[in-house]
């Protein structure tokens, strides 16, 4: 399926983005405002560019996650590091609505490229700024990476089973929850500027922030009763049976009831009748205290089931379970299908159709899309650095900036 065409005017249309960042967390959530129609330059290196475009896999030498990153966005080049560079980014700024950047602290200002300087020029600039541990305090000037705040925001040491070592995520949580917190903010600073008489603002969002709100009762619950929560493998300290279980040919479920009647409804699937009426499982609270005594009899029941079988029943008794998927799977669900979750992206550089995820949510009458995939490198230099911002070309030439 290929993803749709842009209909009416897009929801972000007119917003003009400027991306000052690499990796994974700031460009995040210039790909979501471009995902809705913001127009997002992106400036990347003339050298190497997105440091993300040599991350991970790639096909024909072409880094394929920035594929997906920097989608929708344009690309020109500018190393910020000399005179040209950073007058590159004040012409631009000017007539921008949104900066994003995830340089270090201080490393803007280093430029000349600090909020005082770039809103003189434009008071109505929003300055997103994306940094391992925030713009303040004793930290501000470490290193910021995804794992580190994984690792700090108490994530790692709840994540995996009791007696293995704290889990670090498979792919990159603390990075692209801090991408969607960002895109919230950025949107809310410029509602802000509606209501300040079109004055901006700074954005200064930590990348272990998003990640620390979302590990839920985790802090009020040690601070009201000294709870500290433990690994526990697929388990969750709110509700029982919450697991995974293995099928009878060697696939894996996912089974979550809370609720004591998604629960009777569970073991009417498994036809397994004598779980719901053991006294030690009446509720939830029983569950969670007999978790052991109630996952090994719902392992027994799942175990006496195929796959195939297991998930159809599932679904006609109305009951708290899921097929565990891997990618191979997921890209093949009829459901992703029929929402379009999964789209087909034909990219110039690979010459071949690219499937990635596509926009999240909908909206009924200005939905988002995916219009290409991510651009080369300076793809865009002589529409924006010549032809907008009137650079001469022998001078971006010498600087090493191809147009």
Request: glycine letters at 12%; proline letters at 6%; hydrophobic letters at 40%.
């Amino acid at each position: 399926m290929t993803t749709p065409p842009r209909g009416s005017t897009p929801a972000l249309s007119g917003i003009r983005v400027l991306e000052l960042a690499n990796f994974i967390a700031g460009p995040f959530i210039g790909m979501l405002l471009a995902d809705y129609g913001a127009e997002v330059i992106k400036v990347e290196h003339p050298d190497q560019g997105d440091g993300i475009r040599a991350w991970g896999d790639r096909k024909d030498g072409v880094g394929l996650y920035h594929k997906v990153l920097n989608r929708n966005k344009r690309s020109v080049t500018a190393d910020l590091g000399t005179p040209l560079g950073v007058e590159i980014v004040r012409k631009l700024a000017r007539n921008a609505d949104v900066i994003i950047e995830n340089f270090r602290p201080g490393t803007l200002e280093k430029w000349g490229l600090g909020y005082e300087q770039l809103s003189a020029d434009n008071p109505g600039l929003v300055l997103t700024r994306v940094s391992g541990f925030g713009q303040t305090g004793p930290y501000r000037n470490r290193s910021g990476f995804g794992s580190l705040a994984e690792a700090m925001t108490g994530f790692a040491y709840t994540n995996g089973y009791p007696d293995r070592p704290p889990l670090l995520p498979s792919f990159a949580v603390a990075d692209t929850t801090t991408g969607l917190a960002g895109g919230f903010l950025t949107l809310t600073a410029i509602q802000a500027r509606q209501a300040n008489g079109g004055r901006g603002q700074v954005v200064d969002l930590a990348i272990y922030e998003p990640l620390l709100t979302l590990l839920g009762p985790h802090i009020i619950g040690f601070d009201q009763l000294g709870v500290v929560q433990e690994r526990a493998g697929s388990r969750l300290s709110l509700v029982s049976p919450r697991n995974t279980f293995r099928t009878r040919d060697g696939k894996w479920v996912a089974i979550s009831a809370g609720a004591h009647a998604v629960f009777q409804r569970l073991c009417a699937a498994l036809e397994a009748p004598e779980i719901a009426a053991d006294p030690r499982f009446a509720d939830n609270p029983l569950r969670r205290e007999n978790a052991d005594a109630v996952e090994a009899a719902l392992q027994e029941a799942v175990g006496r089931f195929d796959f195939a079988e297991l998930v159809k029943r599932f679904e006609s008794f109305d009951a708290p379970g899921a097929p565990v998927y891997s990618v191979a799977d997921l890209v093949d669900d009829p459901h992703f299908a029929a929402r379009g979750n999964i789209v087909s992206v034909y990219d110039e550089e690979l010459n071949a159709d690219l499937r990635m995820q596509s926009v999240m949510g909908r909206l009924s009458d200005t939905p988002g899309s995916i219009d290409h995939a991510g651009p080369k490198l300076g793809a865009d230099n002589r529409a924006v650095l010549v032809d907008e911002l009137g650079f001469d070309e022998e001078t971006l030439a010498g600087a090493g900036l191809q147009v």
